[in-house]
């Protein structure tokens, strides 16, 4: 026990002399600090960009809602059903019910061109025709300004992302239906989820703009319980009038997301792996010569009688701690830069344009703090070695 | 150079400095090319686009069908040279992860709109002849191990239940080096007939049209969307480039984020070799002072310091922009996502410049330094 | 602070070198720095270790303070052998055993005098109260108790070589060892050095071998060998 604490004393007292004498080479640890804050400002802010388009995309699927589409469908854009099917869908064991009736929402889904804010080029913005169950299968759904359109009527509400990132999209402008122009009434939110992107109509009313005659493209349904969702898709897939494919919400959007988040992920590693391999090569130069400019002093230490380890140990301790310095200056700077950043894209899924806000999650955060600590570490471990090693005689009269 | 085994001397003083230093800046240079490609990936489309193409699509959205009919009522609109559709088959090979594009053409209107897309004359005679035929370009090919004569199945939710089978009559190469031979072409008459009814039988999805005298394409577009005001299908006719780049932007600020990402990854590399720099010339401080001392001009200790940190600069950077050339140089990484994945030699050349930039940047601090020392300073610290 | 030592040799000489042996291989040539050396220490005495540059004097010293083996031969200090000691116990056993005292004073720049002359003490089970003391002491048998908070910069060379002497000696070790001490100290400064070092031998009986080319410096001392081209011999050699 007391060796124990007699040799983390020791790697204390080195490690504290090494720290004193940043302010000495502040210049090179300044340049490893800010290098390490860039990788993890990278990685972080590009993995920002993922977490908040998958955060979008899920964030208002319950787990106790589903949505159906045809069989062999992929998404809503290429579904279709008729009034009869949809009604089956609704009528379906399962099936949580409000004071009106079942609480399934059958839907359109289309795209209007809208100009983009930040670049004025086209978007394409979706346009949703929805029926009255459609906020009760969706969580969170708030109008924040405005009224909700009147059922039957030519009239919009916005979802608050799609407001705030194309133009004409406020309350009491009108946007463009085919040659039709259709007033906006209301602003809504979905607590960050996918809805927000969107423009809601009445599913008749347009309907009736498109041509559709009673078909709808899929099926929004709240169910009695997340365990519910067994028995409804077991009824659905099993009935022979039906041909249809059941997703709980949550998975669907996942789903949808999966490509994008994944590209975004692999680049964003890649990336950062790079710079990071960059800025190991930078920390192994700080410590280098903040070892060389040591010499004479590590070997005084060893000289009185210092261990080896306790040199080692504390030299990537120190090694360490500048890391961890860079990392937290990253991680505080990405935060700062990127958590919120309302942005858009595309879903290519749905050939749509998704709003979302990046986020700089704590496992994020995380992340970043372990990447920096990485670099230190391998920064630290040669240097320290080498330190360790010098012959003590010849080190003592370096200069 | 006679000053050159004084440069490189002093880069061989401490070899794992230098070693290390080189090793950051090739990788910075990695980075620039990698980010360059894939910025390239996503916002290519807009330098491929042709000078004299218009795209013609639905008013509302491009997922909206335009009428067959439109052809022959844009042909005749004067200044219009040629005029093609195209409709979004979305089909699926085998798993939807296989993702390509694959869209029904009129074979020979197309090939004559699109002289970036190489086919063999003895290929397209074939396509002429097979109605079920399809052609696609060589990256796809290579991906699945297409050869000429095989039956390619593909579903499309979009078009009906059924599998349809392609036979593959030809394999096309790309004119330019960014051109997409990712995509597959096959014939709309096959098409127009074997889709489902009611799944817009006679209606397609978007027009290119050549105009004769590319000066006035604005004026044509205008022509177009004229014609067809205060119909069922109103449209909305725009240059090919100004198509693609609402495009690109509809998936983001790539050129910003690329921009922003390489802003950190120089700044990084550029303080970290700037710091080895300025350490380089410290530690000789009393060795500059000599070379002062036996009648080195400012401007050669200048140079000097400055060759050095260029000749690191530019082995770096010049390994770096090698090497990315190299990972690059076999295209789209991610099988299909990013089509236009390549490695511009305009880019190329930035990348050059950008070596240039970097050795004198992180050379020129402690060259200054070095060239103001007072000599008799310098050697008291030797 | 005591003079007696913790282990008492039952030899009577407190360092005995027998036929040692030191050989540098530089490049593909064999150096022979050091030739089938006896020499021995016994306790009290204060030696002075003379010789040209390059005669092996500070191989010497480095290896009767075990910062280094020799090739060949056995060195015993205070009863123990230490030439065959691994690295970490003797890294244990020059905490425990020597103090040393450097020309270039090495003290850590970032560190106040006092905090230098505490670093050997950091390696003892002593608590911190306990250090201070040990630390107050030594700065005052050095004559720089009123310079304890000073920075090392701050210090003259005299001064710094001061707070060396009372790092050296502050956890009373059984050997004082000084590698020209005054070599870099002009001739007020170097005798002051020297007068400390004839103090802790003469009043509190410290062991001291101290290298040096300065014939002023060995005067002080009590013996005076002189190494020339490996060998030791008691007369200089013209």
Redesign the interface.
């Given at each position: 026990m007391n060796t124990l604490m007699n040799w983390l004393s020791q790697i204390g007292s080195i490690v504290k002399f090494g720290l004193l004498s940043i302010p000495q080479r502040r210049g090179a640890v300044a340049a490893t600090v800010i290098g390490i804050a860039g990788v993890v400002v990278v990685l972080v802010g590009v993995l920002s960009i993922a977490a908040g388009f998958r955060r979008a995309m899920t964030a208002s699927a319950a787990p106790d809602s589903a949505i159906v589409l045809r069989s062999g469908a992929d998404t809503e854009m290429v579904s279709g059903f008729g009034r009869d099917q949809v009604r089956l869908i609704a009528d379906a064991p399962g099936v949580a019910r409000g004071p009106k009736g079942p609480l399934s929402s059958a839907e359109l889904f289309v795209i209007i061109n809208l100009p983009k804010r930040s670049t004025g080029t086209d978007a394409n913005v979706p346009l949703r025709g929805v029926e009255p169950a459609a906020t009760a299968v969706r969580d969170q759904l708030t109008l924040v300004s405005g009224r909700m359109f009147e059922w039957g009527r030519t009239e919009v509400i916005v979802g608050a992302g799609a407001a705030r990132e194309f133009a004409g999209l406020e309350v009491g402008s009108q946007i463009k239906v085919g040659r039709a122009s259709w007033p906006v009434v209301g602003i809504f939110t979905a607590n960050g989820g996918v809805a927000e992107s969107e423009v809601w109509t009445d599913a008749a009313v347009l309907q009736g703009a498109y041509n559709r005659g009673q078909s709808f493209q899929s099926v929004y349904t709240r169910l009695t319980s997340a365990e519910a969702f067994q028995t409804f898709k077991d009824a659905l897939t099993t009935n022979p009038q039906l041909s249809v494919k059941v997703l709980r919400q949550s998975d669907y959007y996942a789903e949808q997301s999966e490509t994008l988040t994944r590209l975004i992920t692999t680049l964003g590693v890649l990336i950062a792996s790079l710079m990071a391999i960059g800025a190991v090569f930078g920390a192994l130069n700080t410590m280098y010569s903040a070892v060389a400019t040591r010499t004479r002093e590590i070997a005084t230490l060893r000289a009185l009688g210092f261990g080896r380890g306790a040199i080692v140990i504390a030299l990537m301790v120190e090694s360490l701690v500048i890391a961890l310095l860079g990392g937290a200056l990253g991680g505080a700077l990405a935060y700062a830069a990127f958590n919120n950043f309302q942005a858009a894209t595309m879903n290519w899924q749905s050939f749509s344009q998704v709003t979302f806000a990046f986020a700089v999650t704590p496992p994020l955060l995380v992340q970043g703090i372990v990447l920096a600590s990485l670099i230190g570490l391998i920064g630290g471990l040669l240097p320290a070695i080498r330190a360790a090693r010098q012959p003590i005689a010849s080190a003592l009269r370096e200069l | 150079m006679k000053y050159a085994h004084l440069v490189w001397g002093n880069l061989k003083r401490k070899k794992l400095r230098t070693l290390l230093t080189l090793l950051s800046i090739l990788v910075a240079f990695v980075l620039f090319g990698l980010l360059c490609s894939i910025r390239q990936a996503l916002v290519g489309g807009v330098e491929l686009a042709g000078a004299d193409r218009l795209v013609v699509r639905h008013k509302v959205s491009i997922i909206q069908l335009l009428p067959e009919s439109y052809q022959a009522r844009m042909e005749r609109i004067p200044g219009v040279d040629l005029v093609v559709h195209q409709t979004w088959f979305g089909g699926v090979y085998q798993d939807p992860k296989n993702f390509f594009m694959q869209n029904p053409v009129q074979p020979e209107p197309f090939l004559a709109m699109h002289p970036e897309i190489v086919l063999p004359p003895a290929q397209r005679d074939a396509w002429l002849k097979t109605r079920t035929g399809a052609i696609v370009g060589r990256t796809t090919a290579e991906r699945f191990q297409w050869k000429v004569g095989d039956r390619i199945p593909i579903r499309s939710p979009i078009w009906g239940q059924r599998t349809w089978e392609f036979d593959l009559v030809g394999i096309y190469e790309g004119r330019d080096k960014g051109t997409d031979t990712t995509p597959m072409f096959f014939r709309y008459d096959y098409f127009d007939e074997m889709r489902e009814e009611g799944r817009g039988r006679g209606l397609v999805g978007w027009y290119t049209i050549r105009v004769k005298d590319p000066s006035r394409a604005a004026e044509i577009a205008r022509l177009v969307d004229q014609e067809f005001e205060n119909s069922p299908a109103e449209t909305k006719t725009e240059p090919e480039g100004a198509f693609a780049q609402a495009w690109a932007r509809q998936i983001g600020n790539i050129t910003l984020i690329v921009a922003g990402i390489l802003g950190a990854v120089f700044f990084t590399i550029l303080l970290v070799t700037g710091s080895t720099m300025s350490q380089a010339v410290r530690e000789r401080i009393g060795e500059l002072g000599v070379l002062k001392a036996i009648g080195f001009t400012p401007a050669q200790v200048l140079g000097l310091v400055l060759a050095e940190s260029c000749t690191l600069a530019g082995l770096g950077g010049g390994l770096g922009l090698a090497l990315a050339w190299l990972l690059t140089v076999n295209g789209d990484p991610t099988g299909g996502l990013l089509p236009l994945f390549n490695f511009r030699t305009a880019d190329l050349l930035l990348g050059v410049g950008l070596c240039v930039v970097l050795g004198v940047v992180t050379g020129l601090l402690p060259a200054l330094q070095a060239m103001r020392l007072r000599v008799a300073d310098a050697l008291r610290r030797l | 602070m005591s003079t007696t030592n913790e282990t008492q040799p039952q030899d009577s000489a407190l360092v005995r070198i027998e036929g040692v042996e030191k050989t540098f291989r530089r490049a593909s040539e064999d150096v022979h720095v050091l030739a089938r050396l006896d020499l021995v220490v016994p306790p009290g005495e204060f030696l002075a270790l003379m010789g040209p540059s390059g005669s092996g004097k500070?191989?010497l010293l480095?290896l009767i303070?075990g910062?280094?083996r020799p090739t060949q031969g056995s060195v015993t200090v205070a009863g123990e052998r230490i030439d065959t000691l691994s690295?970490?116990r003797l890294?244990?056993?020059?905490?425990?055993h020597?103090g040393?005292v450097?020309?270039?004073y090495?003290l850590?720049?970032?560190?106040t005098a006092e905090r230098n002359v505490e670093?050997?003490l950091?390696?003892?089970?002593l608590g911190k109260a306990e250090r201070q003391k040990h630390v107050a002491t030594a700065l005052a048998m050095v004559g720089l108790s009123h310079r304890a908070k000073h920075y090392p910069r701050t210090l003259s060379g005299g001064e710094q070589q001061r707070v060396g002497i009372a790092?050296g000696i502050v956890t009373d070790p059984t050997l004082l060892l000084c590698?020209e001490p005054t070599g870099d100290l002009d001739r007020k400064a170097g005798d002051e050095i020297l007068n400390l070092l004839q103090a802790l031998n003469r009043e509190h009986g410290k062991t001291i071998i101290m290298v040096t080319h300065d014939p002023h410096a060995s005067a002080r001392a009590s013996r005076t060998v002189y190494l020339n081209k490996g060998r030791l011999s008691n007369e200089p050699v013209s």
């Open positions: - | - | 500070s191989t480095n303070g910062l280094d690295d970490r890294a244990d056993w020059r905490a425990r020597i040393f450097f020309q270039l090495n850590m720049p970032v560190l670093l050997p950091l390696l003892t089970h790092r590698d």
